[in-house]
């Protein structure tokens, strides 16, 4: 279910769009005016095995459902986003090779949508379009530039400079959890691709439980020694709120490795705002961990950045949550729609 209020069809600012988040597991539908406002949405899963032809007609058939559901139909929306993960060939809409989606490879997946729904479609990467979910109506809505870093299974990311999504030459744009922060040929392997030293290794849910894992097992103590074999960054931020030690450095090692990234982001692009997404966040800003989490980011990036630039620049928690995807693919397909010639 969406965390955005619902708004009226009939109060709604024209043009409307549809936005598309497809997940590994689930798969997200929204109607969304000009400015914004959500009028309708519908979560389904994605079934992956079924593959991306039968999803796209799912789709198209759960977005003319939506759409009847709240007094509209096909011919009242302008374009469709549409925003799914792993590797893309955005100007061909391709997909290539998803790690999660393996009955999805090499598929047109544009054409397929377009076929079925019968409006246009702008293509995005998922984190793409979280980013820029944020960035138009939420935690970066009064900046031109910002950085989204989504902290889940792996580390996706964004980027909006000067009001303009990063996409880049081969449709990578954006990666930043592949940055390398760790040169080491024994480095981490992070979880897609198996890229040595990255950014992601070392600050995914999955990065983050392994390393506490070997901690343990080698000795650490800590209230989770009992839960070490099928230990998660949910149960790692439940003792640190309990005031496991263990757990609270963990978490604290984890905030400087993500602002070695931050460090780089920021004197590589100076965008002002970074933002964190995802599920991992220790709890969030309501949090005293999540707080804490923050903080320890903050600090770390300004030992680690220029003065100047460290004053100017904001790091904040993501405000729309599991809504950006499809918010941002909305906004993405807004902002194709009004660069058409009139």
Same mark, same amino acid.
């Given at each position: ?58 789709? +198209? !058939? #759960?977005?003319? %459902?939506?759409?009847?559901?709240? @007094?509209?139909?096909? =011919? ?5 986003? $549409? &925003? ?44 793409? +379009? !979280? #980013?820029?979910? %944020?960035?138009?109506?939420?935690? @970066?809505?009064?900046? =031109? ?5 989504? $902290? &889940? ?190």
């Amino acid at each position: 279910m969406t965390s955005q209020p619902i708004h009226p069809a009939s109060q709604a600012v024209a043009p409307l769009y549809l936005g598309i988040d497809v997940g590994g597991t689930g798969m997200k539908v929204g109607v969304v005016d000009d400015v914004g406002k959500t009028l309708g949405f519908t979560a389904f899963p994605t079934e992956e095995p079924r593959g991306p032809a039968d999803a796209m007609k799912r789709v +198209a !058939a #759960a977005s003319s %459902e939506l759409l009847a559901s709240i @007094g509209l139909s096909r =011919s009242d929306i302008a374009r469709v986003g $549409l &925003g799914t993960p792993g590797s893309q060939d955005i100007p061909k809409g391709m997909l290539i090779e998803p790690p999660n989606h393996p009955h999805w490879h090499h598929f047109p997946i544009v054409k397929c949508l377009e076929e079925s729904i019968g409006i246009p479609v702008s293509f995005a990467n998922d984190a793409n +379009a !979280a #980013a820029f979910g %944020e960035f138009w109506v939420g935690t @970066g809505a009064i900046y =031109s530039s910002m950085v989204l870093l989504t $902290l &889940g299974t792996g580390v996706g990311g964004g980027i909006i400079i000067d009001n303009q999504l990063v996409v880049g030459h081969n449709s990578f744009g954006g990666e930043c959890g592949h940055m390398i922060i760790d040169p080491r040929p024994d480095a981490r392997l992070c979880v897609w691709g198996g890229g040595r030293g990255h950014l992601e290794a070392y600050t995914s849910a999955s990065g983050v439980a392994q390393r506490a894992k070997e901690e343990l097992a080698a000795g650490a103590a800590s209230s989770l020694r009992d839960h070490a074999e099928n230990l998660t960054t949910k149960m790692i931020y439940e003792a640190a709120s309990a005031g496991d030690a263990f757990s609270l450095k963990v978490i604290d090692e984890t905030a400087d490795y993500l602002a070695l990234g931050i460090a780089t982001i920021v004197h590589t692009l100076d965008p002002g705002l970074i933002v964190l997404g995802g599920a991992m966040n220790f709890g969030g800003i309501a949090s005293p961990v999540g707080l804490r989490f923050l903080t320890q980011i903050g600090q770390t990036f300004r030992k680690r950045s220029f003065e100047y630039v460290a004053r100017g620049t904001k790091i904040e928690f993501a405000s729309l949550g599991g809504d950006a995807g499809y918010l941002g693919a909305a906004g993405i397909a807004r902002m194709e729609f009004k660069k058409l010639p009139t």
